[in-house]
């Protein structure tokens, strides 16, 4: 199956500064990559997705960057805020089974 | 509109007793999925459903049962339960996108 890994597992950044979490995946047939935002006591809430065939999407302070040669995709946060404190987690679709195969999890503090 | 909805949100049971775990959808999505959440783990799947009236075991499908009652219901059941299953457990529906339940904290002692 799918491995996932996501590096690094906790991340801390000064108010204002980029943070940046990266994730590699092993199955060159996946071609859906989310990222999943979670807050304290909630369900993951999707932030950004980006498809195979597109290498960068942008949405307002957050970007995601994706490498199908290397097999790696990142999340940019730009100016970061204290809201966004939360754990971020990317994960894989490999193919259209609607299956999706996540990273362990980034937990990133904005210290204010 | 609600999206996914699970109960409970917390639940104590001791170790052999069964429970069932309830979700529903309001989003009229094919997919249906169980996910738990462990610390330092992510997000691992139990089951999922592709559409009504089938179920595949995902990546750690043992000591648990599923139910697709209907397209907007998915059931999870721990017939037996055991201290290793204590656990966040998610259940979410997806067509184009994966939407999350709030999920239910169990704890078993």
């Known amino acids: 199956g799918e491995n996932v890994e996501q590096h690094p597992s906790t991340l801390s950044v000064q108010e204002g500064d980029s943070a940046v979490i990266k994730c590699t995946y092993s199955?060159?047939?996946?071609?859906?990559f989310p990222w999943y935002k979670q807050e304290l006591g909630k369900g993951p809430q999707l932030i950004i997705d980006?498809?195979?065939?597109?290498g960068e999407k942008k949405d307002q302070r957050i970007a995601v960057t994706l490498n199908k040669t290397a097999k790696h995709f990142s999340l940019h946060i730009t100016e970061t805020q204290p809201e966004d404190s939360a754990v971020y987690f990317c994960?894989?679709?490999?193919?259209?089974?609607?299956?999706?195969?996540f990273g362990k999890g980034t937990l990133l503090t904005v210290n204010p | 509109n609600a999206g996914v909805t699970q109960t409970p949100k917390f639940q104590v049971l001791k170790t052999g007793q069964s429970m069932t775990l309830q979700c529903a959808q309001d989003?009229?999505?094919?997919?249906m999925y169980w996910y738990r959440q462990d610390p330092g783990m992510g997000l691992r799947l139990i089951y999922y459903?592709?559409?009504?009236?089938?179920?595949d075991k995902g990546e750690v499908p043992n000591g648990y049962n599923v139910s697709r009652l209907n397209k907007r219901e998915f059931s999870l059941r721990l017939e037996s339960a055991a201290p290793s299953q204590t656990s966040v457990y998610f259940c979410?529906?997806?067509?184009?996108?994966?939407?999350f339940g709030q999920g239910t904290r169990l704890t078993v002692v």
């Open positions: 979410a529906s997806m067509r184009t996108e994966a939407f």
């Open positions: 459903s592709a559409s009504e009236g089938t179920t």
């Open positions: 199955d060159s047939a996946s071609n859906y």
């Open positions: 989003m009229n999505h094919n997919s």
């Open positions: 980006i498809r195979s065939n597109v």
């Open positions: 994960s894989v679709e490999l193919g259209s089974n609607y299956k999706l195969t």
